[in-house]
């Protein structure tokens, strides 16, 4: 009896024994559980940088197939809209600055200013300027349309000044130059180019050829034989070859063309634009971009006017002008030089070196810029 009870006993605290190591053995499974989750070394941090990881990964795929859509996607739009290209290569809708009322030059420092509207042809009615020289300032003051029509009847010259694309005739770096040229005693002329600032219509090469032609024949009957100038910037140089390749052809050429940063051709020109570095060694470039420009009868083929020009020409480039290349201004000077009918006639090409930082619109400030036009146009400046 006793040894059954003790056998019976012993079993009893063997059981007992077992339960509680398995009990101390799931209490450890569960501490290291615990100190696996609190560790940061642990494996639970190590999942959850993974997991991590896994997600920025496939936002950064996300991301990388968005914007190769979207570069696929432009030139596919340009080709099946070319109006889009065209819109980009006048930029027309860009109002720079945005809060000026063209209608108050005096705003922009130009006192001596005024404001008048034109009408190239019927339904399209363009903003211009008159500034006269800064001699007369004082003597322009609060005077009427009647006065500034007769003040072209001065001894002194006129530029009529050709605007590149974006912006409107109050772009500040355009204003400066107006004030420029007004202080080395000119007349300045220029407005808005059918579709630009306050100027009614589309844009388009053929309709700012016709508005300037319009603009120099206008001035041209009131100042009679006395000299007139054609400046043109940028875009405005493609403009400006246009006009004198017009005016050679019928015999009457300007005094003189002014060509600041210009370019060959608008396609070259869009090939060496800075917006186009993304796709230029996409395969089909010419065809999607290039092909579309002409599609809407964009050429301003310069590269080609100056074989039908037959007057001056003077052409100022800044080595560092990033939107318009300083090598495509100078391979213009080298076509004009051999132009067969600019045989004759002074072709001058000025650089400005890059230390300068005159870039693509500040040429206006170079000091020098007085002794070039003096010395270009063989005459001592109108105030002096």
């Known amino acids: 009896?006793?040894?059954?009870?003790?056998k019976g006993s012993?079993?009893?605290?063997?059981?007992?024994?077992?339960?509680l190591?398995?009990?101390?053995?799931?209490?450890?499974?569960?501490?290291?559980?615990?100190?696996?989750?609190?560790?940061?070394?642990?494996?639970?941090?190590?999942m959850g940088r993974r997991y991590r990881r896994g997600g920025l990964m496939w936002r950064l795929r996300k991301l990388l197939i968005c914007v190769l859509g979207i570069y696929i996607a432009i030139p596919v739009?340009?080709?099946?809209?070319?109006?889009?290209?065209?819109?980009?290569?006048?930029?027309?809708?860009?109002?720079?600055?945005?809060?000026?009322?063209l209608k108050r030059p005096q705003d922009q420092g130009l006192n001596h200013t005024r404001n008048f509207y034109l009408q190239p042809e019927e339904g399209i009615n363009i903003g211009v300027w008159h500034t006269v020289p800064s001699v007369m300032w004082r003597e322009a003051q609060a005077k009427d349309a009647?006065?500034?029509?007769?003040?072209?009847?001065?001894?002194?010259p006129v530029i009529l000044y050709l605007h590149g694309n974006a912006g409107t005739r109050g772009?500040?770096?355009?204003?400066q130059l107006y004030k420029v040229l007004c202080s080395l005693g000119y007349h300045v002329v220029t407005?808005?180019?059918?579709?630009?600032?306050?100027?009614?219509?589309?844009?388009?090469?053929k309709g700012m050829t016709s508005d300037a032609l319009f603009?120099?024949?206008?001035?041209?009957?009131?100042?009679?034989?006395?000299?007139?100038?054609?400046?043109?910037?940028?875009?405005?140089?493609?403009?400006?070859?246009?006009?004198?390749?017009?005016?050679?052809?019928?015999?009457?050429?300007?005094?003189s063309l002014i060509l600041e940063s210009p370019f060959t051709n608008i396609r070259e020109e869009a090939k060496s634009h800075p917006f186009s570095m993304v796709y230029r060694y996409l395969p089909g470039f010419d065809w999607f971009f290039l092909d579309s420009i002409a599609a809407n009868d964009i050429r301003f083929a310069s590269d080609e006017n100056v074989n039908h020009i037959s007057c001056p020409v003077l052409i100022l480039h800044a080595e560092d002008d990033t939107v318009v290349p300083f090598q495509l201004g100078k391979k213009l000077y080298d076509l004009a030089a051999q132009s067969k009918s600019l045989n004759g006639h002074k072709v001058q090409f000025i650089p400005f070196s890059s230390s300068l930082g005159y870039r693509h619109k500040f040429i206006y400030k170079s000091p020098q810029l007085p002794n070039i036009l003096s010395d270009f146009l063989s005459a001592p400046h109108p105030h002096v």
């Open 191 to 205: 407005f808005d180019y059918r579709g630009w600032g306050d100027s009614e219509g589309s844009p388009s090469e």
């Open 171 to 175: 772009g500040d770096h355009r204003v």
């Open 215 to 255: 603009l120099y024949q206008w001035i041209k009957q009131r100042i009679g034989q006395k000299p007139l100038y054609i400046w043109g910037h940028s875009l405005g140089t493609g403009v400006a070859t246009n006009l004198v390749r017009r005016l050679c052809d019928r015999g009457t050429p300007p005094d």
């Open 146 to 156: 009647e006065w500034y029509d007769k003040s072209f009847q001065s001894s002194h």
């Open 21 to 46: 190591l398995e009990d101390r053995s799931d209490l450890k499974q569960c501490h290291r559980k615990t100190d696996a989750a609190s560790d940061p070394g642990g494996a639970g941090t190590a």
């Open 77 to 101: 739009i340009i080709k099946v809209c070319p109006s889009i290209q065209a819109k980009l290569v006048f930029l027309n809708f860009v109002r720079v600055p945005y809060f000026i009322d």
């Open 10 to 19: 012993a079993d009893h605290d063997s059981s007992f024994t077992g339960t």
């Open 1 to 6: 009896m006793m040894m059954r009870k003790r």
